[in-house]
C-alpha cells in the first residue's frame, strides 16, 4: 500500500485522547446519607448491567477509533496493489486533417466518429490517469484527470483543419509524456513509430471525387478533376457566377482517372466563378473550387481637367486601350453620382478631393511648395508602377514638394506620393505630364507606367486583402482598414450555402481564419472585397490505416472507480448511527 498524501496519517495521533477519554470517569465526590436501604437496590441493578454496559463501553471506544482510522486513510488517499485501479498516462491524437470531415452513411462525420470513440476511452480509465489532447495543429490541452475539462477540449475539435504531418503530433505527444499509451484516431494511412502507439481508423473506406490543383490564367480557370476511387463514377461539372448556372458538361471518370478541366469566363466585369461536380458525395468540400476573375475590360478612366486635358497623357491612355470620358471640375459630382467608383479619375493639374476608389492626380499640390528644376535622385522600385520604369534622367523644369509616401524622390523633398486603404488608392505627382513641366511624357516608359498606374488604381491597390487563400489560413490586411471600424463582416458563400460571421478588428488588424472553401466576401463598414477560399489538398477516402499497436484499455467498472474518500465516508457515517444506537439503548 502507498499513498498519496502520507503526511495526513498524522490524525492517528488523535487516537490517544479519545482513549483517555474513554477511560476517563471523573473525580468521586463523597457524599453523607443517612442510610444504604435505596443504595443496596442500585448496587443490585449495577451488577446485572455491568457485563452489557463494559462491553458497550470498549465498542463506543473501538468505533471511534474506526472512524478516526477510515477518516486520515481517507485524506491520505491510499493505493492498494490489486485492488486500486492501475494509473495509466494516455495521449489522445485526433487527426482533424480535411479526410475526418467526410460523412458516413449515418449522416455522422468522420470526426464524430473520432470524437466518440477518444470520448468512450477516456470515459473507461482510472480516474486518476491523466489524459492529453492533441489535434493535427498540435497539443489542445494538455494531461489532465479532469475528464470534464477533457469533455469540453474535445467539443471544440477541429480547431482548424490543417495537413500536419501525424509523426510530428506523435513525436511531439511523447516528449511531453515518455511513458504514455498513445491512441492516434485518424482517417490518414499512417504506421505507429513504436510499440505503444495505437492506429484507430476512423470511419469506413468510402468514394470521393474531387477538383484538385484549382488554376487560374486570366478568365480562364480550370481544376483537375479526380476519381479517387476504385470504382467508376459518373458526374456533372457545373460552372457558376454569382450563382448563375454559365454551362453543364456530364463526363464519366474511371477508377483513379485524372483529368483537366478549364472554363473561359467572359468576365468583361469580373466575376465570382465556382466550379462544381455535382451531385456531392461524402466529402462535399472538395467537390467545388472558387476563383475571384478579375474584369476583362480595360478600366475606365475619367479625365477631370479644366481645360482642354494634356495631349501626351490622353495619347498614352488611348495607346493602352482604357475607356476614355474627359470631363470639367464642374461635372465631376454629377459624373461621380452615376458611374460611382469603379472608374479611376485622373485630375490633370486639378486638386483631387479625397474619394473611394482610384485617383491619379497630376500637377497638383500646394502652390507655395513649387520649386524649379528639381533633380530625379530615387524612387520606390517596390511599387507595381515602378518597377519597369527608370526616372533616373527625367528632367522636370518645376514641380511641387509633396507629404505622403515617397514615390519619387527629388533633390529638394519628394515630388510624387502614394497610398492606399481598403476601398482607396491614390497616386499624387507635383509636376504635369506635359511637356511644359519636363520631358517625362516623351520617354518610351511613360506609357508602361501609365498603364500600370491605371491597372494598379483601378484593382490591385484598392484591396487589403488578398485575392485567394487556402482553408486552414489566417488572412490579415496589407492596406489600412477604413478609421474608426471596430468589426468586419466575412461571409462565405459556397454552392447554395451562406455563412456569415464577424471578426473584431485590433489596432487596425483583422485575422480572418479561412475555415471553409468558398468565396469569401469581407465588409468594412461600406468597402466590401472577395477572395477565393480554396482547400490546400483533397483526401483519399478509400485509403484507410489498419488498425494496429498498443492494444486498447478495456473500460473500468463503475464500482472499481468509486473513490476511497467516498467509501470511507459512507462507513463513517454508518459507524455514527450505530454510535447513536449505542447511547440510546438501555440496559
Known amino acids: ?323 476614355l470620358k474627359s470631363i470639367p471640375p464642374a461635372e465631376f459630382a454629377e459624373t461621380r453620382d452615376k458611374l460611382g467608383a469603379e472608374p479611376v479619375y485622373v485630375f490633370d493639374r486639378v486638386e483631387a478631393p479625397e474619394i473611394d476608389g482610384g485617383v491619379l492626380a497630376i500637377g497638383a499640390g500646394d502652390a507655395a511648395a513649387e520649386v524649379q528644376g528639381p533633380r530625379i535622385l530615387d524612387w520606390d522600385r517596390r511599387t507595381p508602377v515602378n518597377r519597369l520604369v527608370d526616372w533616373s534622367d527625367v528632367v522636370v523644369r518645376r514641380a511641387r514638394v509633396l507629404k505622403g509616401m515617397p514615390l519619387v524622390v527629388s533633390d529638394r523633398g519628394p515630388v510624387a506620393v502614394w497610398g492606399r486603404t481598403m476601398g482607396r488608392a491614390w497616386i499624387r505627382f507635383g509636376f504635369g505630364f506635359g511637356v511644359a513641366d519636363g520631358d517625362c511624357a516623351l520617354r518610351p516608359s511613360f506609357p508602361i507606367f501609365l498603364q500600370g498606374a491605371i491597372a494598379w488604381l483601378a484593382d490591385e491597390g484598392r484591396r487589403a486583402f488578398p485575392r485567394e487563400a487556402r482553408v486552414g489560413d489566417v488572412v490579415v490586411n496589407a492596406a489600412p482598414l477604413p478609421e474608426g471600424a471596430s468589426e468586419a463582416s466575412v461571409t462565405v458563400v459556397s454552392g447554395g450555402a451562406t455563412q456569415t460571421s464577424s471578426v473584431p478588428i485590433d489596432r487596425g488588424e483583422a485575422r480572418i481564419a479561412i475555415v471553409h472553401p468558398g468565396l469569401v466576401k469581407i465588409a468594412v463598414g461600406a468597402r466590401t472585397e472577395w477572395l477565393a477560399a480554396r482547400l490546400e489538398s483533397s483526401p483519399d477516402l478509400e485509403k484507410l490505416p489498419r488498425e494496429q499497436g498498443v492494444a486498447l484499455p478495456e473500460a473500468l467498472p463503475r464500482w472499481r472507480d468509486v473513490p476511497y474518500s467516498a467509501v470511507a465516508g459512507a462507513l463513517v457515517l454508518l459507524i455514527l448511527l450505530v454510535e447513536w444506537w449505542l447511547y440510546q439503548s438501555r440496559g
Not at 143 to 163: F, I
Open 1 to 323: 500500500m502507498s499513498f498519496a498524501y502520507p503526511k495526513a496519517l498524522w490524525l492517528l495521533v488523535l487516537a490517544l485522547p479519545i482513549v483517555l477519554a474513554h477511560f476517563y470517569r471523573g473525580r468521586i465526590r463523597r457524599l453523607h446519607v443517612p442510610t444504604l436501604l435505596f443504595w443496596d437496590e442500585v448496587v443490585i441493578e449495577e451488577e446485572r448491567a455491568s457485563a452489557l454496559k463494559r462491553l458497550r463501553h470498549w465498542l463506543t471506544m473501538i468505533l471511534a477509533l474506526l472512524a478516526l482510522a477510515l477518516l486520515s486513510t481517507a485524506l491520505a488517499d491510499p493505493t492498494v496493489r490489486g485492488i486500486t485501479p492501475e494509473v495509466r498516462e494516455i495521449a489522445i491524437v485526433v487527426d482533424t486533417s480535411p479526410g475526418l470531415g467526410a460523412r458516413e452513411a449515418d449522416g455522422r462525420t468522420r470526426l464524430e466518429l473520432a470524437r466518440e470513440r477518444a470520448r468512450g476511452l477516456a470515459a473507461g480509465l482510472y480516474r486518476r490517469s491523466p489524459v492529453a489532447l492533441y489535434d493535427a495543429g498540435g497539443v489542445v490541452e494538455p494531461p489532465t484527470t479532469d475528464r470534464e475539462r477533457l469533455e469540453q477540449a474535445l467539443a471544440r475539435l477541429p480547431r482548424e483543419a490543417g495537413d500536419a504531418p501525424l509523426a510530428d503530433v506523435v513525436a511531439s505527444a511523447r516528449a511531453a509524456m515518455p511513458a504514455a499509451s498513445i491512441y492516434v484516431f485518424t482517417a490518414r494511412p499512417f504506421a505507429p513509430p513504436d510499440a505503444n502507439v495505437r492506429v484507430v481508423p476512423a470511419g469506413t473506406p468510402r468514394p470521393n471525387r474531387a477538383l484538385r490543383s484549382p488554376a487560374q490564367s486570366g478568365a480562364t480557370v480550370g481544376a483537375t478533376a479526380v476519381n479517387a476511387s476504385d470504382a467508376p463514377a459518373d458526374a456533372t461539372l457545373v460552372v457558376r457566377d454569382r450563382g448563375r448556372v454559365l454551362a453543364e458538361e456530364p463526363m464519366r471518370l474511371g477508377p483513379r482517372e485524372s483529368r483537366v478541366v478549364s472554363k473561359t469566363v467572359g468576365a468583361k466585369d469580373g466575376a465570382f466563378v465556382e466550379l462544381a461536380l455535382v451531385p456531392e458525395d461524402a466529402f462535399p468540400r472538395d467537390d467545388v473550387a472558387h476563383f475571384v476573375v478579375p474584369p476583362a475590360a480595360p478600366p475606365a478612366v475619367v479625365v477631370v481637367s479644366r481645360g482642354p486635358p494634356d495631349p501626351h497623357l490622353m495619347s498614352a491612355l488611348h495607346l493602352m486601350g482604357a475607356r
